[in-house]
C-alpha cells in the first residue's frame, strides 16, 4: 500500500504539566501546536518559521524550537521522542538552527 499523503509519517504528542503539545510531520509539510509558554492551545504559524532546532527544556522534557521573525514557538516533547523527530523533521525543513545561545 503506498504511503497517503494525508496520512502523517509522524504524529507526536506530549502532555508536559500544563501544557498540551503536538508535531506532526507529512512528507511535504509540517504541522505544530502548541500550548507551552501560551495562554492556550495555538497553531505554530509554520509558514512563518525560519528554522528550527531541539532543545532542551527540563531534566523531563526536549522542545523543539520553531523560530520565527518575532518569536520562537516551543512544542515540548518526551526525551524518547528527540531522535525520532529530528530524522523525521530534517527531511522536510531542512538541517536544524544551531544551538540557542545561552543567555
Known amino acids: 500500500m503506498p ?3 494525508v496520512l502523517p509519517t509522524l ?3 506530549h502532555t508536559w504539566r500544563d501544557a498540551v503539545c503536538r508535531v506532526r510531520v507529512f512528507r511535504d509539510r509540517v504541522t505544530a ?13 509554520m509558514e512563518a518559521v525560519q528554522g528550527w532546532r531541539i532543545e532542551e527544556c ?9 523560530v520565527t521573525p ?3 514557538w516551543r512544542v515540548l516533547l518526551a526525551p524518547a521522542d528527540e531522535t525520532l523527530a529530528d530524522l523525521a523533521l530534517r527531511p522536510v525543513l531542512g538541517a536544524p538552527l544551531p544551538p540557542a545561545a545561552a543567555s
Open 3 to 5: 504511503d497517503s499523503p
Open 11 to 13: 504524529d507526536l504528542q
Open 33 to 45: 501546536e502548541t500550548s507551552y509558554e501560551r495562554e492556550t492551545l495555538l497553531p505554530v504559524p
Open 58 to 66: 527540563d531534566f523531563d522534557a526536549v522542545c523543539i524550537e520553531f
Open 70 to 72: 518575532d518569536d520562537v
